[in-house]
């Protein structure tokens, strides 16, 4: 028997999982056969590892080759078994020792010129090995900064399979990589650079603490998307196991910046409104790939002119939103991605997108009332703030001249309020105010009917639904939690129903 093992790493999802690459020879016709579900990707590789093979100088093994990826049940996607499959097969030819391979975990594509190229979901991979007690990681050199980030694993970065080989041989051995000290993040957008738009303000600040949705509305220019690209930095930072997990969703997705620092901040998407459901969602050709709506996890999801969006895709994203996954289906295997973000909208007052009050806006009430409706339905049910901004007039501007507080400032109020309620909320499962049933919200936290007096009237008036009451008690928490008292009063009752009743003006 001349069956050599050695290691590499699939994915499923975010994580990584460990797949045992063997390569058996034997005499008769020569050829290479493949087994253990591998995709359309995986077998092409076959042709690029051969190429690389005998390009790099290596001789292709002339006899019956058979490579089993183990375990066979895991779908497996991606070019990053090439490095494996290469190594050994070469161990299994004796070009190299056959021990120099066994305990080794490989990741890398392979240029048809034996290139090492970098690879998606590099963290994850090294996460998976680091876990399942491997010590020793071979990466391309483009991905070594990101496999650092996994401490006490040796990591090898390769440009070539010729280097490989060296390696293996113990001829030039690889030298295993010291990355830097992780870069600072950049700094965020700071909410001292909002003037005025003292309702915007508060309402980002309530999101913050409560964790709930936030729907703004007004003209353009009144300061939606810098509202909404402050959020972030109100928000705590992430712990480390978000980190690990944010950082790993935007290494599949590939949009980890160059130099691989840990994302510890709260993400921000804003996908535009002409992207796409798998742009949105997740998928692709070949690995799947997570979507807007998964990058944001642990962050914010911001769609800028709202009502622009596809009905469908608005609809699309509500579920996800609410299980705190997405599952994206393919023929032969299926992939979850999380997806537990906050959902920030923006819609202008009408379709022309003018400044209120412009006389250049033609739009008539019906057209007006028209566009609104387009959010209406389920997706405007699970927000519990809306908020309209007015225009930033000169008065409204003066107004604000004061110095506007800082994020530090604000986040400082933001953190506390959310401690306050998790303490209240122990034991529930919950974190946050945003997350809290309605019906347990009232039977386990009762506020007294003299504070509720303002909302029971809105809801025998029928200005306000069960559900929009519910909303409106969710919120007064928050607020309650903000302003450091125990229950909310009827001044929280009052300040969350502004916050629920807001209407675009028609
Ligand atoms: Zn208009």
Redesign the pocket.
Known sequence: MTVVRTWSVGLVGVHGAMVEVEVDMSSGVPGVALVGLPDAVVRQSLDRVRAAVVNAGGEWPMRRITIGLSPAAMPKQGSGFDLALAAAVLAAAGTVPRTSVRRLVLLGELGLDGAVRAIRGVLPSVLAASRAGHRQVVVPAGNADEAALVEGVEVLPVDSLGALVAHLKRSEPLRPHLRGPLPEPPPLPDLADVVGQAAGRRAVEVAAAGGHHLFLTGPPGAGKTMLAERLPGLLPRLDEESALEVTAIHSIAGTLPAEAPLLTRAPFEAPHHSATLPALVGGGSGQIRPGAICRAHQGILFLDEAPEFPRAVLDTLRQPLERGSVTISRATSAVTFPCRAQLVLAANP?????AAGDSA???SPL??RRYQSRLSGPLLDRIDLRVDLPPVTRAAWLDGLGTPESTAVVAARVAAARQVAAARLRGTGLTLNAQVPGRLLRERWPIPRTSLALAERALERGALSVRGFDRVLRVAWTLADLAGVAVPGPGEIAEALGMRLQRVAA
């Open positions: 009408c379709p022309c997108a003018k806006c033609t739009c057209e007006r």
